[in-house]
């Protein structure tokens, strides 16, 4: 009676209180491992590729503790970066709120997972096998009842918390806070055309998931890190993998690459090169414009005329590095009332317009992008603003 009793409280493990928390910390790290590496990375983004041994550990995982189907979540994911911050963005906190996202993030994927149209257009790709048809999708619940059996056998009674905390942790992490707070809040590192935001510079508790905007701008790279101080472990695991031939790296972001100082002459690998790290390109960009707008509140800081100036000017360098999903109307007509009223910041922005206009053209040609280039580094060498000229001899270094 007495080992029945022992086996109801603590099951075959007989752990403590906090080996099971410990425990538990683990499992939901695998989980979390399983969403960024297979989901994500591999199958979603086709950085990577994984051993079949290694692909399909990861798809029964998430079948056991998620209940997810990959070719759910590929197809959602996949949509929302086709449709980001747009109509028809599975959950996007610009359109449907951080709170609703943050808290409800599960809800919009399982009502977006009932979309026909998405998983036909945007699933290709994903594991279509017997285990796939006859298993996982045919029955998408029989995972977390066989895991909540497998917890309550190891830890007794405490496996209902255990599998209560799995069962809560995607939804929470990966649904919530990357898809809510990782659109909202957090530092940019490139000027990517939405609001996506890094976290944390130290990716650990989320993957590495906690550096969305460096993904958001290098989407199809394997690896989510880009600054010296910002560190990834979906990333460390990968090249784990890789050494002993259970990963092969497909994609990575590509790394600035600058010709020699004396480089002048503006080639098509000059045009590629500036295509290329476009996103890097504009942050530096909204740097030099906030710079210059500080520059301009220092001037008219002793003049008491300037007053509404100086309130505009502040609006500048609050702002001017946001994305502009990220800024409400109010926000957007301040910044323009700012540059209409500031003939130094009218002309930084014509200039960051038309240098803008060399990559999202769709109809030019080659030659002619790279002439076009070409008349917009000497314009902006020419303009009289240091800063401008600084950058301009900057951008004519870049390459392929």
């Not at 929302?80 to 610009?94: F, L, M, Q, V, Y």
């Not at 040609?365 to 303009?383: G, I, K, P």
């Given at each position: 009676m007495e080992s029945i009793?022992?086996?109801?409280?603590?099951?075959?493990?007989?752990?403590?209180?906090?080996?099971?928390?410990?425990?538990?910390?683990?499992?939901?790290?695998?989980?979390?491992?399983?969403?960024?590496?297979?989901?994500?990375?591999?199958?979603?983004?086709?950085?990577?590729?994984?051993?079949p041994i290694v692909s399909h550990f990861f798809r029964m995982w998430l079948w056991l503790t998620t209940g997810m189907l990959t070719r759910e979540w590929v197809a959602i994911?996949?949509?929302?970066?086709?449709?980001?911050?747009?109509?028809?963005?599975?959950?996007?906190?610009?359109?449907?709120?951080?709170?609703?996202?943050?808290?409800?993030?599960?809800?919009?994927y399982r009502e977006e997972a009932l979309n026909e149209e998405t998983l036909k257009r945007f699933s290709h790709g994903t594991p279509d096998d017997w285990m796939e048809r006859k298993v996982y999708s045919a029955h998408p619940s029989l995972g977390i009842f066989i895991m909540m059996a497998i917890d309550l056998s190891l830890f007794g009674a405490?496996?209902?918390?255990?599998?209560?905390?799995?069962?809560?942790?995607?939804?929470?992490?990966?649904?919530?806070?990357?898809?809510g707070l990782g659109h909202y809040v957090g530092y940019r590192n490139f000027s990517s055309p939405d609001s996506s935001t890094n976290l944390f510079p130290i990716g650990i508790l989320i993957g590495g998931e906690e550096l969305h905007n460096n993904h958001h701008a290098y989407g199809t790279s394997a690896k989510f890190s880009s600054k010296w101080y910002e560190f990834d472990i979906g990333w460390m695991y990968i090249r784990m993998m890789?050494?002993?031939?259970?990963?092969?790296?497909?994609?990575?972001?590509?790394k600035l690459k600058l010709a020699p100082q004396s480089a002048q002459d503006v080639t098509e690998s000059t045009l590629q090169g500036i295509i290329t790290h476009r996103y890097e390109i504009m942050t530096r960009y909204?740097?030099?414009?906030?710079?210059?707008?500080?520059?301009?509140?220092?001037?008219?800081?002793?003049?008491?005329?300037?007053?509404?100036?100086?309130?505009?000017?502040?609006?500048?360098?609050?702002?001017?590095?946001?994305?502009?999903?990220?800024?409400?109307?109010?926000?957007?007509?301040?910044?323009?009332?700012?540059?209409?009223q500031n003939k130094a910041l009218a002309q930084l922005v014509a200039m960051r317009d038309e240098l803008s206009r060399v990559w999202s053209s769709s109809t030019a040609?080659?030659?002619?992008?790279?002439?076009?280039?070409?008349?917009?580094?000497?314009?902006?060498?020419?303009?009289?603003?240091?800063?401008?000229?600084?950058?301009?001899?900057?951008?004519?270094?870049y390459a392929a």
């Open positions: 009793l022992n086996f109801v409280a603590g099951g075959l493990l007989q752990l403590s209180w906090w080996q099971i928390i410990l425990v538990t910390l683990v499992l939901t790290h695998i989980t979390i491992a399983a969403v960024t590496i297979y989901l994500h990375r591999s199958q979603a983004h086709r950085g990577l590729d994984l051993h994911h996949r949509k929302h970066h086709a449709k980001c911050e747009r109509e028809g963005d599975p959950h996007s906190p610009i359109m449907f709120g951080l709170e609703k996202v943050l808290w409800q993030g599960a809800e919009l405490f496996g209902l918390c255990v599998w209560a905390v799995q069962m809560a942790w995607i939804p929470f992490w990966a649904a919530g806070v990357v898809n890789q050494a002993v031939g259970l990963a092969k790296v497909k994609k990575v972001a590509p909204a740097d030099l414009l906030k710079k210059a707008a500080l520059q301009e509140i220092a001037r008219l800081r002793s003049d008491p005329s300037a007053s509404q100036e100086l309130v505009q000017l502040n609006h500048v360098t609050e702002h001017v590095t946001l994305s502009e999903q990220a800024l409400s109307v109010e926000e957007k007509s301040q910044l323009e009332q700012a540059f209409a040609s080659t030659e002619q992008l790279v002439q076009d280039l070409q008349a917009w580094l000497q314009n902006a060498q020419q303009s009289g603003v240091q800063s401008l000229e600084q950058f301009a001899l900057r951008l004519r270094r």
